[in-house]
């Protein structure tokens, strides 16, 4: 069975990195959505203990790796919203959907302002409020999941 | 009501309370350490480069699975591509051909004429530049920085440094190599710059990228500079790093205001930046250009010494006695000697050898 779990875990983590590495470019790149980040919250929901804030921050040096930055930017960011995931998550499950949807684009929204401050940090110019926008089709995406039948741990207590 | 919130906590095989570890504060202090001092480490030396590189290999299986799909329904849509299109195409590929042969046989005849000039001077040859046709893979994900990533490496040949440029003028410049990918950043990025020339009047400036919208800068430019807009930017080769005379940016804008003594110029790049697939990276072979230097001031320290300073060579030569003369100015500044070659000769020097 936890077998079972962490196989799911590291393959829906895989398939997330290989959606980061398409080749994205234009409007697209501006609205692409923090797939990666997204994946860890529902897994920070559903199976905390095998996905935590360790998970977080490995992932976050991949993504790290494959957008080219310096080493540790992606990984602090995800490794602070975890933080703030891990801390609430009881009161989290309990949330109603739109709740949810709330606290999720919270999270995704910190974890851009903590990637902003670093990136301020490094002398890089803001890009604009469209910089926010991949909270805003994260949030979409997770909440077509929903839609779709995804357990994000709410329903999760008949199991 | 109480009792079913109980219920959920039983049930949920979320954070027992027994057996869960350091506490997510103190996950989250020894994280956050380890990302500050990594981020630390990568900005300021130099040791993670062989890690990165290492581990982009690994990564290079995945980048092409999630290029698969992208990829494929190119090759479809090529594969379908209706014969109007291809006749179309080849029309006008045809007709290019036509007018770059013209343009060809020109410059056959001018590099003829070049060569015989730069023999009677004695002057170094002018440097072949390598080239590696490469081809994009995507474009960077950072969207802080403009960058490319395109499918030629340290197995390719490509080295740090390298010229990328696309058929209508400069893209930009090889920053990192991975074994079988490079980054490029683009010009339009803010941290890079590039020496250039107004093509009109040969004026030469620095211009860096704008970094938000593609545009690039002219900074530091006097309000009384004698720039247009409409004016063409090519590069001035005097860096070492571009080749002479590729177009990079038109003037789209030339503003002054009473209150600052620069102007301000706005240039939009003439390299597709964003729309191009195909790109050539074009490496200035470094050694080369040193051994040459070497050979130049070794050739002339062996004839009669140098007297003369470098002024001397300021003035236009009329005779062939005045040769050394100009190879001891290169000596004397090593920097110039190199940029040297890059240069077209003025034009008063080359008139005076060619009547000889």
Redesign the interface.
């Known amino acids: 069975m936890h077998q079972n779990k962490f196989k799911s875990i590291y393959l829906s983590l895989l398939a997330a990195f290989i959606c980061l590495l398409f080749p994205w470019s234009g409007l697209a790149l501006t609205l692409r959505p923090d797939f990666m980040l997204l994946v860890i919250i529902f897994w920070l929901l559903r199976a905390p203990n095998q996905c935590s804030v360790g998970t977080a921050w490995f992932m976050g040096l991949w993504v790290d790796l494959a957008t080219g930055g310096i080493f540790g930017q992606y990984a602090l960011a995800y490794t602070v919203t975890t933080f703030f995931a891990v801390i609430y998550q009881r009161r989290l499950v309990l949330f109603n959907s739109t709740q949810q949807l709330v606290y999720v684009f919270s999270l995704l929204f910190i974890s851009q302002l903590i990637l902003l401050i670093l990136k301020t940090f490094a002398s890089k110019e803001f890009l604009g409020w469209s910089y926010f926008l991949p909270s805003i089709t994260g949030v979409l995406v997770w909440q077509i999941a929903v839609t779709l039948g995804l357990n994000t741990g709410r329903h999760s207590r008949g199991k | 009501m109480m009792q079913g919130?109980h219920?959920?906590?039983d049930?949920?095989?979320?954070?027992?309370f027994f057996a869960?570890?350091p506490s997510?504060?103190a996950?989250?202090a020894f994280?956050?350490a380890?990302?500050?001092?990594?981020?630390a480490?990568?900005?300021r030396l130099q040791y993670?480069a062989n890690v990165?590189e290492s581990?982009?290999t690994l990564?290079h299986p995945?980048?092409v699975?999630?290029?698969a799909?992208?990829q494929a329904y190119r090759f479809t849509n090529e594969y379908f591509s209706t014969h109007h299109y291809l006749l179309y195409e080849n029309e006008r590929l045809r007709k290019q051909a036509l007018r770059q042969d013209i343009a060809l046989q020109r410059l056959n005849l001018l590099s003829l004429e070049n060569t015989n000039l730069r023999n009677l001077l004695q002057a170094n040859k002018k440097l072949t530049e390598t080239s590696t046709l490469g081809e994009i893979?995507?474009?960077?994900?950072?969207?802080?920085?403009k960058?490319i990533?395109v499918n030629r490496g340290k197995n390719h040949g490509v080295v740090t440094g390298a010229a990328v440029v696309d058929a209508t003028g400069v893209v930009g410049q090889v920053t990192?190599t991975y074994p079988s990918s490079s980054?490029v950043t683009l010009i339009t990025n803010?941290s890079l710059a590039i020496p250039i020339q107004i093509e009109r009047n040969g004026l030469r400036a620095i211009a860096f990228g704008h970094?938000?919208d593609n545009t690039l800068d002219l900074p530091f430019l006097p309000a009384n500079v004698d720039i247009r807009s409409g004016d063409r930017l090519v590069t001035s080769g005097i860096d070492g790093v571009y080749p002479a005379g590729l177009a990079v940016a038109t003037v789209s804008e030339m503003k002054t205001t009473p209150d600052s003594p620069f102007a301000r110029i706005v240039c939009i790049p003439t390299g597709g930046i964003?729309n191009h697939r195909q790109v050539l990276l074009v490496s200035i072979p470094r050694t080369e250009v040193e051994t040459s230097d070497d050979s130049a001031i070794n050739e002339k320290n062996k004839p009669l010494p140098v007297t003369k300073s470098g002024a001397g060579s300021l003035m236009p030569a009329a005779n062939p006695n005045t040769k050394p003369v100009q190879d001891s100015s290169k000596k004397m500044t090593p920097g110039a000697a190199e940029q040297n070659p890059q240069k077209p000769l003025p034009n008063n020097q080359s008139a005076a050898n060619a009547s000889e």
């Open positions: 919130i219920h959920n906590f049930q949920q095989q979320a954070p027992a869960r570890g997510p504060l996950r989250l994280f956050t380890l990302s500050l001092a990594l981020m480490t990568d900005s993670l990165r581990l982009m990564l995945l980048q699975v999630a290029n799909p992208s893979m995507h474009v960077g994900r950072d969207p802080f920085t960058k990533v990192r980054e803010k970094g938000r964003e």
